[in-house]
């Protein structure tokens, strides 16, 4: 297992509280995990660029959340420009998306705001990382319609076998995390187990999430190995075999990563 690296396509590393995050960060070179961390609103895109720029193996991406979409102006998507042109580790935009789950009083400037981080990715050329929750037919349906050239993953993926196989065929890749290892989570296990290797990506979503022998702990990106464990296990293969093809897979997605 040593010598293969993992990509954690979604960990807010920056955002651990019980955990020392410089430690954290050690934790996963040490066990050659490289991290990927997403910005929320468009004031944090400033912090993402400076946080990722401290250590080696961490990478950002710039992009405002949608639970955070009132935070978004006329000015975002100029300084995300200028932050990727002078930072080559922001390797794509995130995270963005819909989210029904919380509040719903604001479903269409959500959608507003998602579609001008598409085209902005589109422009850029860089991948979109999405969060979607109670929200994955108008995700799928935005995406067909203004996704011209980006590749998208859906983070924290939380739909049904059926929904993965849909995704898929749209050339949308799967993150899976800590989910896939809790005993109840029979969607996301099913998931795991039948959809196509080469769309399997892995994550942590950390601080949130903490696979199984960590639940309701402090997550952190180096548990990215216990994702990949279980989907190992529930796939009748081996874990190395699982880090190996998800981090092909990341690589293909990530042109601009280099570790
Ligand atoms: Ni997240």
Not at 14 to 27: G, H, K
Not at 92 to 102: A, F, M, N, S
Not at 164 to 190: H, M, P, Q, R, S
Request: charged share 25%; with cysteine.
């Amino acid at each position: 297992m040593n010598d293969i690296y993992i990509i954690n396509t979604h960990s807010h590393v920056n955002m651990l509280r019980e955990t020392n995050i410089d430690e954290a960060v050690q934790n996963a070179i040490d066990n050659k995990i490289v991290t990927i961390v997403p910005s929320s609103t468009a004031e944090d895109i400033f912090e993402t660029d400076k946080f990722i720029q401290k250590y080696n193996g961490v990478y950002g991406y710039v992009g405002v959340f949608p639970e955070e979409v009132k935070t978004f102006t006329d000015k975002t998507l100029s300084d995300m420009e200028e932050i990727i042109k002078h930072n080559p580790k922001i390797i794509g935009i995130g995270e963005v998306g819909l989210d029904y789950y919380w509040d719903k009083s604001f479903k269409e400037l959500q959608k507003e705001v998602f579609i001008k981080q598409i085209e902005f990715a589109n422009q850029m050329n860089l991948p979109l990382n999405i969060h979607s929750r109670e929200a994955h037919l108008d995700t799928l349906e935005i995406l067909k319609k203004y996704n011209k050239n980006s590749t998208a993953i859906l983070h924290c993926f939380s739909g049904s076998l059926e929904f993965a196989k849909e995704c898929i065929k749209e050339g949308i890749y799967i993150a899976l995390g800590g989910v896939v290892t809790f005993k109840n989570a029979k969607k996301t296990k099913d998931v795991a187990k039948n959809i196509p290797l080469e769309y399997l990506l892995l994550e942590t979503d950390d601080p949130y999430l903490a696979p199984a022998p960590f639940r309701g702990k402090e997550n952190q990106p180096m548990y990215v190995k216990y994702v990949a464990e279980e989907i190992a296990n529930l796939r009748g293969i081996s874990t190395e075999e699982i880090a190996q093809i998800s981090t092909e897979n990341a690589k293909k997605v990530f042109k601009n990563i280099e570790f």
